[in-house]
């Protein structure tokens, strides 16, 4: 049987390894799988398409759509398919809800991919202890628990993206079985690089565990500091990492959900004052709540103490500020952009032509640095 497994994100920032798994899964059984994104085949037995974001539910829905003209079994899963499945329904296919156990048990096959792969990614667990409320991990992932993982490597490939949604929250043997599998790895050569992608869990950090970690090749080190009820925990997990040799440490903030613009403005500049204070790079990454239970293809969503003049204010000047979408860890510069305090920031974000003062500022900041050449 010919299926097409079809990754319907609209801007696709990662392998989709749901689709690598269940590729995997398929092929045992002796059928004949190809990738594709954001496209469709001319025709195939079978058309399984994957969704993420609720908010790209509309774009899904186009690909869906076509999918019914081209395939006579279509069947949609993933995370916004499991969240919001009536959308899907109302289309006539096979809606999936949930892991597919099957897959699940199956590593990834990358041969699926255009090309050689640049990293893997790796479950080592899945599954949160938490239920934070922005979330959606507790719904669509409801037991914690290890996996096999070693076999979610591709061969020759030296990064490894751990997807854990929370990796710390493992007993100590278990972190401590996971360290030396990677340990070894790094030894033999196997790897050069390991990236925790989904963040560590600052509140979970202990001295015993960050002595653990101590030595491996963590690139970058992230944290998440989703609201200022982590305040004092994303601190002492910087410093303690810090201590330990990482030089290279970001923060992932989430904003317009119950934060006020002040206690944003606190939490981004207490990163470049950890750099200063420690003198490494410590790098904030803005990630704006939207609500997860809503196909909003606008993302208008505005959080409880923002409006819509302030969203867009600090949208206008992160885009300007940041090819990356990443706040600097140099004071000077974090100051020219956001202000000097929260009330200037508040200030800035209301301002009604902000824009174009972004658009000055990078004008100007391009002149000054042309003449230090």
């Not at 990754?7 to 920032?13: C, G, M």
């Not at 081209?70 to 899963?77: M, S």
């Not at 305090?341 to 900041?365: C, H, M, N, T, V």
Request: with cysteine.
């Amino acid at each position: 049987m010919r299926i097409a497994l079809v990754d319907t994100t609209k801007k696709p920032t990662a392998y989709p390894v749901s689709l690598l798994k269940i590729g995997a899964w398929r092929r045992s059984l002796g059928d004949d799988c190809q990738l594709f994104t954001n496209r469709l085949p001319d025709e195939a037995d079978e058309i399984w398409l994957t969704t993420c974001f609720t908010f790209d539910i509309p774009h899904a829905l186009g690909i869906v759509r076509e999918a019914k003209k081209r395939a006579p079994v279509v069947k949609v899963g993933g995370v916004a398919a499991t969240l919001l499945p009536e959308h899907f329904e109302r289309e006539g296919v096979e809606v999936h809800r949930g892991l597919i156990p099957e897959a699940e048990q199956c590593h990834p096959d990358y041969s699926l991919l255009p090309e050689r792969p640049k990293y893997s990614i790796a479950h080592t667990s899945r599954g949160c202890v938490r239920k934070c409320k922005f979330c959606m991990v507790h719904r669509l992932e409801p037991k914690f628990h290890n996996r096999d993982w070693i076999g979610d490597l591709a061969p020759g490939v030296k990064k490894i993206l751990f997807y854990d949604n929370n990796w710390l929250a493992k007993s100590v043997d278990d972190l401590r079985h996971d360290i030396t599998l990677i340990r070894g790895l790094v030894k033999m050569g196997h790897i050069t690089s390991v990236d925790f992608n989904q963040a560590l869990d600052c509140r979970l950090l202990t001295g015993e565990k960050a002595n653990m970690l101590q030595g491996l090749p963590i690139k970058p080190v992230r944290f998440s500091f989703d609201g200022m009820h982590e305040d004092g925990h994303c601190q002492r997990a910087v410093r303690m990492m810090a201590a330990r040799g990482y030089r290279d440490i970001m923060w992932f903030i989430l904003y317009n959900y119950l934060d006020t613009p002040q206690d944003f403005y606190y939490r981004m500049r207490q990163a470049i004052e950890l750099s200063d204070e420690l003198g490494i790079d410590v790098y904030t990454f803005p990630m704006r709540y939207q609500p997860i239970l809503d196909a909003d293809a606008g993302r208008d969503y505005v959080g409880k103490h923002w409006t819509e003049a302030q969203k867009k204010g600090f949208m206008a000047i992160l885009s300007l500020q940041s090819l990356t979408g990443q706040v600097s860890a140099k004071m000077d510069e974090f100051e020219f952009w956001f202000g000097k305090d929260a009330d200037e920031f508040d200030r800035l974000l209301s301002y009604p032509k902000i824009r174009e003062l972004a658009q000055r500022k990078k004008g100007a900041l391009r002149m000054e640095r042309a003449r230090a050449k």
